[in-house]
């Protein structure tokens, strides 16, 4: 069985702060992916990052790095000056192979607020 | 490049009624997602779809629910009869899926919202 956790519901930060996003997995699979995906307010889930198991390296993109380590079985997202536009849930995923079957396992979701 | 298309975006319906959504994928993806959300939660998967096989339909209530994707393009989900606890949003997703231990990112659609009086 896998599992993804975002322990955080609701993060109301002020604009311009960083902030952190919080995913903890569970997998038996030597082989498996992560994601995150953003849903702001209209709904449409949108595709952020992908990372494989065996890639621990960092990545930054713009505003946004995500910190990969196995050895805690974390994928923390940081939002670096957020903005209003930031506003929206945001759901860590686990993609694995689990008795022949291609798992996809998301998260409950992290609400974030930026307040301007 | 169009996205992914679903009609309705909403839907109310009474209890014991029939319901059918459908989706269009990217053009070009091979796999196909049906997921359930529920409200403050995260998307929950039903079926996923290789080409015309559905290759994963554990979690979809089969007493209930059924799908299609007919010529491995576009696909149906159906619910009948309809109950009080399917009110959600129903996500359909597709991505390209090249080898067998490639798992890509998806790309999602609007959803329709189901609402189940």
């Known amino acids: 069985a896998q599992k993804v956790t975002q322990a955080q519901t609701e993060i109301s930060v002020v604009e311009k702060e960083d902030v952190t996003l919080d995913c903890v997995y569970e997998?038996?699979?030597?082989?498996?992916?992560l994601f995150w995906y953003k849903q702001p307010p209209s709904g449409e889930l949108v595709f952020l990052i992908r990372?494989?198991?065996?890639?621990?390296q960092n990545e930054i993109s713009g505003r946004y790095s995500w910190n990969f380590q196995k050895s805690t079985s974390s994928f923390n997202f940081t939002i670096t000056a957020s903005q209003v536009v930031d506003s929206a849930v945001y759901f860590c995923?686990?993609?694995?192979?689990?008795?022949?079957?291609?798992?996809?396992?998301f998260g409950t979701g992290t609400k974030l607020q930026v307040i301007p | 490049e169009a996205g992914v298309v679903q009609s309705p975006r909403y839907k109310i319906i009474e209890k014991k009624q029939p319901v059918a959504f459908w989706c269009n994928p990217i053009?070009?993806?091979?796999?196909l997602y049906w997921y359930r959300q529920n409200l403050g939660q995260g998307p929950e998967l039903l079926i996923r779809?290789?080409?015309?096989?559905?290759?994963?339909d554990s979690q979809l209530p089969k007493d209930r629910f059924s799908a299609e994707r007919l010529k491995g393009v576009d696909s149906t989900l159906k619910i009948q009869p309809a109950e009080l606890g399917d009110s959600a949003v129903y996500l359909c997703?597709?991505?390209?899926?090249?080898?067998?231990?490639?798992?890509?990112?998806?790309?999602f659609g609007p959803g329709t919202r189901l609402t189940v009086l």
């Open positions: 995923a686990l993609m694995g192979f689990s008795g022949g079957y291609q798992k996809v396992t």
């Open positions: 779809y290789e080409n015309e096989e559905a290759v994963d």
């Open positions: 997998t038996r699979d030597t082989t498996y992916y």
């Open positions: 990372r494989n198991s065996f890639d621990e």
């Open positions: 053009s070009g993806h091979n796999t």
């Open positions: 997703a597709s991505s390209l899926k090249r080898e067998w231990f490639s798992y890509n990112e998806q790309f």
